[in-house]
């Protein structure tokens, strides 16, 4: 099996841009495509980004998704920080026998 | 719009058993693969399982195996999860969630708001 690491928590300004990475221990970033997830305190997590960069209908353009192959790492990015955005984010990926979580990033904005 | 209504949680004592139901609306419920996924009490997420569109092909994580049994009703818009010899690990808020598209369970388009399912005596 394989795991998804995530940093433990980031923080950063309101207005800023913050990038969040998720990086897979065995077998290629790019052959599984990854998704995103967002979850305020309280509430069931929503969908941010799938397919590694697509956003659902309603999701604003400030956030993005893209992948490295060097790194073998998936990023989440939002731009132009909103107090809202506030919440654990968790990537997500899979392979013929495993659907899997990352342990999940908490964002600070303040 | 596409919603999602878990039922069915609540206490239950260890080596007991419980039934989660998903109510799904505002799509083509026999188009998606269907999951259930929990989030123990201040923990991540973990996939529990996923049931294929038309229910051939199913998927359950290791810790499940043998004692949770996923099933839908595509008449009934409707998922299940029955789960029997609970353990005080299965405590977790169950989130029943749809595939962002219809080929298989990749990713997750639309979460439910959960059920909380607490195995404690």
């Known amino acids: 099996n394989f795991m998804l690491t995530q940093p433990h928590s980031v923080s950063e300004s309101p207005g800023k841009t913050v990038t969040i990475s998720c990086t897979r221990s065995?077998?290629?970033?790019?052959?599984?495509?990854v998704q995103w997830y967002q979850q305020r305190p309280g509430s069931a997590p929503t969908t941010v980004i799938y397919?590694?960069?697509?956003?659902p209908s309603g999701v604003p353009d400030r956030f993005s998704g893209s992948i490295d192959s060097s790194s073998n790492s998936a990023s989440l990015t939002i731009s132009g920080l909103k107090t809202e955005d506030e919440a654990d984010y968790y990537c997500?990926?899979?392979?013929?026998?495993?659907?899997?979580f990352g342990g999940g990033t908490k964002l600070t904005v303040l | 719009q596409v919603q999602l209504v878990e039922s069915g949680g609540g206490l239950v004592k260890p080596g007991g058993s419980l039934r989660l139901s998903c109510a799904a609306s505002?799509?083509?419920?026999?188009?998606?693969?269907m999951s259930w996924i929990r989030q123990a009490p201040g923990k991540g997420l973990e996939w529990v399982s996923y049931?294929?569109?038309?229910?051939?092909?199913?998927y359950y994580t290791d810790s499940v195996k043998g004692r949770f049994t996923v099933s839908r009703d595509n008449a009934k818009k409707s998922l299940y999860l029955q789960m029997n010899s609970l353990r005080a690990e299965d405590t977790a808020v169950y989130y029943c969630?749809?595939?962002?598209?219809?080929?298989?369970?990749?990713?997750?388009?639309?979460w439910g708001q959960g059920t909380l399912v607490t195995v404690s005596s």
């Open positions: 969630a749809r595939s962002s598209d219809t080929v298989a369970a990749r990713g997750i388009g639309t």
């Open positions: 505002g799509f083509t419920f026999s188009d998606y693969y």
């Open positions: 065995s077998g290629s970033i790019a052959s599984n495509f």
């Open positions: 997500q990926s899979y392979d013929s026998s495993n659907r899997v």
């Open positions: 049931i294929s569109s038309s229910g051939s092909t199913i």
């Open positions: 397919e590694d960069s697509r956003r």
